[in-house]
Structure formats: C-alpha cells, structure tokens
C-alpha cells in the first residue's frame, strides 16, 4: 500500500511539532504543496517557518479547524488529498486549570475537520485520499514500573487535555468504522527539540537556567517520559501517511525512557559548561513543587509495529538530540524573548500547576 499526496491540509503547523513537520516534508517532497492553517494561539507562532516565506509549494491561512465554511473552502480550492491534523492545545497543566477549550478545540474541532474532510473524500474530486491524527502516548494512561503501551492497550486517559485527545481518536476510529473514511491515527511519546514552546518541561529548564530561575520539579521527580527527537516524529508521520493500511493506528516511540529528575540535572549540567557556571551551579536552581494533579507516573511505548510494518526507526541518539536543542535554544534567544511575552509572560507570572514556586 502506498499513498502519494499532492496537496497537504496541515493543521496546527505553527506551533511545534507542526512547524517541524512541515519544514521536513517539504524538504523530503517537492511535488507536494501545504497549506497550514492555523488559529496562532499563545502555542502558534510563525516565526517557526520564517524559512518557507516566498516558497511557491508553502501557504499559510490563519483560522480555526472549528469554522467548517473555511475548512471547506480550502479542501475544496487547494484540492487537499491529505488532511494531517496537529492543532489542538497541547499542554496537560493547562487542562488542569481550564479544560473547556480542551474539549473545544481537540473533541469538537477534530469533529468538524473530519465531517469536512468527509465530505472532501466522498466528493470524488480527488483519486484517494487520508485523514491523519497525530495523538499521544497520553490517550493510555500510566505505566506501573514494568510493560510498555502497544496499540492494543485500551484507552484510560487521566487528564482533561488526555481525554480530549482520546475523544478525538475515537471519533477518528468512527469515522472509519462508520463511513469507511480512510483515516490513520499516530500515537506518540514526548518530543523535544527546537521550536518547542517553553512551557513545556525540556524548553522551560534551558530558559530558566539561562535566565536563573528556579525549575520546578512536580513531586517527587521520580515521573517517568520516553523522549522521541521531533524530526524523527516528522519522519514516522510522513511513513504512516504513505504506507499505512487505513483504518490503522501506529505507535511511535524513542525507547528512551527518562525520570523527570534525571533529565532536569542532565540539563542542569550540560549548560554549566556552555554558560561558563561552575560544575553543579544550575542544579542549585531546581526547586521540588506540589505535584500535577492526576499525574501520570510512566510512560513507555512499544513502537516495534512501526518498525516492522513500515520500516522507520529513530535517527537521533539521546545524547546528539539533546545537545544540538540545547545549542539551539542558545543561539535563538529572539524567538525564546518572543514566543515568552504575552500570554505566557501572564499565564507564568500567576501561576504554576504545580504550586507558586
Ligand atoms: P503546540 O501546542 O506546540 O501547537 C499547537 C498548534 O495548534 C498551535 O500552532 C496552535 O496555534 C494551533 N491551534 C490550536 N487550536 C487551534 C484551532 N482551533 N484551530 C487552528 N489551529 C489551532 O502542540 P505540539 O506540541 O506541536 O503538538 C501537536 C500535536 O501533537 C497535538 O495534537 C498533540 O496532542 C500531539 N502530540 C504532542 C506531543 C509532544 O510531545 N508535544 C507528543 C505526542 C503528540
Ligand atoms: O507524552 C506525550 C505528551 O507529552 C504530549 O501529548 C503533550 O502534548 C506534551 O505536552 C507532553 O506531556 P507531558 O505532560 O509529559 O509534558 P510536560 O513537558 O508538561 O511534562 C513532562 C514531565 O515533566 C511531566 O512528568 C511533568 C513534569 N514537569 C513538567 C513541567 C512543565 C515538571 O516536573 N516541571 C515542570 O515545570
């Protein structure tokens, strides 16, 4: 089986993972075009594709996955025979503290793109076409100590913004079941890398050190992620989008399994050296706070059916990933200064989840 698009709906693509995406596939398929539309919340940011300003294969359009008229107007004029769906809200202490757009944005939002995207497949004005969710690990639950999450572990979502993504699924899931829609659906452990909004627990450690502060670290630090570099996330959807079955669900992992406390010092201890500090200097700055509610313990995916369905394994080691993010948040100060303004500058200042520190 295998699917070779000509124009891309990419939603959500300026903000993280989505931005990486595109400048990947854009790089990997100069037949294709994309539009990304995108709604540029507190997350979106443009400056994450500066690089594909003036590239004829590349537009954006600002909006929202919940206006169906626009959604259908671009299906319909840019031909889309792919719809690769990254936007929603994304961070899981921001569902704590205010869940509806949660539920917004990622169940209902995620309704009305499929319902369009439907509409688009069922219209005959393209030969083929996919519907691709990009969802996470989270939709699982937690791990004890041991075992590892395949496809076939049933969903038990414990936070709002992890049950939202697990509504989404299962809508996409019916989609398929119900209509014969030909969706695909990703499920994904933590990425880093650049571009990652410094909210999020690898970005907000490199920004506080440089600036000082302090780094919370949500109870006992002792919480276990699986860390997956982003290009290397772009790379499996690219695979899934071209040669996966429809109707099919693909884990996607890095086998590389880290305790919150263990990461934090690793940083710590990267950038005494890159900022001149003495050895141990950062770690001082790390403050144990209250813990997230709901907390998941561990995460840790079995990605072998990827593997071995469709060929893709990581590229990046660990220790090469997080070097080279560490180096790239150092040398763009501008965009950490300008993506930390506003809304986040508020939402920080107020607050964290896991108490003031
Ligand atoms: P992000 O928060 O960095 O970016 C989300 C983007 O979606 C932003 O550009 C935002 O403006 C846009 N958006 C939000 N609501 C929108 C709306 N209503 N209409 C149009 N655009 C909207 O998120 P991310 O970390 O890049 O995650 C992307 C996707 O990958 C999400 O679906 C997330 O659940 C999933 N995921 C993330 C990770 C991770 O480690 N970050 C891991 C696995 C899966
Ligand atoms: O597993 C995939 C998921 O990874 C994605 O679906 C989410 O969109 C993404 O945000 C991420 O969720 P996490 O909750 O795992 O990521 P976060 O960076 O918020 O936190 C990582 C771990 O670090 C988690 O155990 C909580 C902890 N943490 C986080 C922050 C922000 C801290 O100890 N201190 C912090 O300040």
Avoid at 339 to 354: E, L, W
Wanted: proline share 4%.
């Amino acid at each position: 089986m295998s699917f070779t698009p000509s124009s891309l709906l990419v939603t959500g693509g300026a903000g993280f993972i989505g931005s990486n995406f595109i400048h990947s596939f854009i790089a990997n398929n100069p037949e294709c075009r994309i539009t990304n539309l995108d709604c540029l919340t507190y997350a979106g940011n443009l400056e994450n594709l500066t690089a594909l300003e003036g590239n004829a294969q590349y537009s954006f359009v600002k909006g929202d996955i919940g206006d169906a008229a626009l959604v259908a107007r671009l299906l319909a004029e840019q031909r889309i025979d792919a719809v690769v769906h990254f936007a929603a809200e994304s961070h899981v202490d921001r569902s704590i503290t205010g869940p509806e757009i949660f539920v917004r944005t990622n169940v209902l939002g995620t309704q009305i793109l499929l319902e369009e995207s439907r509409k688009q497949w069922q219209s005959g004005s393209v030969a083929d076409f996919r519907f691709l969710q990009i969802s996470t690990d989270e939709v699982y639950g937690s791990l004890g100590d041991t075992g590892y999450f395949t496809e076939g572990t049933p969903l038990a979502a414990n936070s709002p913004y992890s049950a939202s993504k697990a509504g989404a699924d299962l809508l996409v899931r019916a989609y398929h079941e119900t209509f014969g829609m030909p969706t695909l659906n990703t499920r994904c452990s933590n990425n880093y890398g650049p571009y990652h909004f410094p909210e999020k627990l690898i970005p907000l450690l490199i920004h506080n050190i440089i600036g000082k502060k302090p780094l919370p670290v949500y109870g006992d630090g002792l919480n276990v992620r699986d860390w997956l570099h982003v290009c290397d996330h772009a790379v499996a959807i690219e695979t899934v989008l071209k040669k996966a079955i429809p109707g099919s669900v693909y884990n996607i992992g890095g086998n590389n399994e880290w305790k919150n406390i263990d990461i934090v010092n690793l940083v710590c201890d990267l950038l005494d050296g890159r900022l001149g500090r003495v050895a141990g200097e950062n770690r001082s700055l790390i403050t144990f706070v209250k813990d997230r509610p709901g907390h998941d313990r561990r995460y840790a995916i079995d990605a072998a059916k990827l593997t071995s369905d469709l060929g893709w394994k990581p590229c990046y080691t660990f220790e090469q990933g997080i070097a080279e993010t560490i180096d790239w948040y150092l040398a763009n100060q501008k965009w950490v200064s300008e993506v930390t303004s506003g809304a986040y500058r508020d939402y920080y200042q107020n607050q964290y989840c896991g108490g003031a520190v």
